[in-house]
């Protein structure tokens, strides 16, 4: 479960010379409003954070790698989904089993994952597609080595809209999860 103190904690690399990234004071009191959202004390929701645009430093300036921040802003927005739909947050600490930290996504976090249905009007992501990839995402994680998933099919991967007549799964929260799926995936090759 994410913390107050994880979003304190956090420290974002400048970005390579020649880019800019994103201002580093917009970011700063973003996170401030994340930090209290977790607390209890904020508003911030998950389309918040998938809204989200920071400008750029001015000219010459370096504000904070726009990667970086993406992906820990990923997860906040998956943190704070679970919490609206009262499911267990993805792990992100130890196992606790001291045996080195947890993985980031286990295929029971896979199994045990479920997306709301795309707003009335909205088509959103074909669910049988959807719940094919995700087992294989699933057996990836579990297996490993040859045939398994890569990063760059995860990237690549892409789901037709649901039947007309038909809802589908959100698009925003597949994508965010996909998101998620590839940060595992990066870190298990490491």
């Known amino acids: ?23 580093a004071d917009e970011v700063d009191a973003f996170m401030e ?11 911030l929701t998950a389309d918040d954070i998938r809204h989200v645009v920071f400008g750029t430093p001015r000219f010459g300036g370096r504000g904070y790698q726009a990667e970086q921040v993406d ?3 990923d997860r906040v927005r998956a943190e704070l989904e679970h919490r609206q739909n009262g499911t267990r947050p993805l792990p992100a600490g130890g ?5 080195g930290p947890a993985p980031l996504l286990t295929p029971d976090d896979v199994h045990r994952m479920r997306f709301t249905q795309s707003p ?10 959807v719940d094919a990839f995700l087992d294989l995402v699933a057996a990836t994680l579990a297996h490993g080595g040859p045939g398994c ?5 995860v990237r690549a991967v892409r789901f037709t809209e649901a039947r007309l007549g038909t809802r589908g799964y959100q698009r925003d929260e ?5 998101d998620l799926v590839i940060t595992a995936l990066e870190k298990a090759q490491h």
């Open 1 to 23: 479960m994410m913390t107050p103190d994880d979003v304190s904690r956090i420290h974002f690399a400048m970005p390579s010379v020649g880019h800019r990234g994103y201002h």
């Open 33 to 43: 409003l994340v930090a209290a959202t977790l607390d209890g004390h904020g508003a």
């Open 71 to 73: 992906e820990f802003l």
């Open 95 to 99: 196992t606790g089993t001291g045996l």
């Open 120 to 129: 009335v009007g909205r088509r959103g992501y074909h669910e049988e597609e």
């Open 149 to 153: 998933l890569t990063v760059g099919d």
């Open 174 to 178: 597949v994508d965010a999860f996909l």
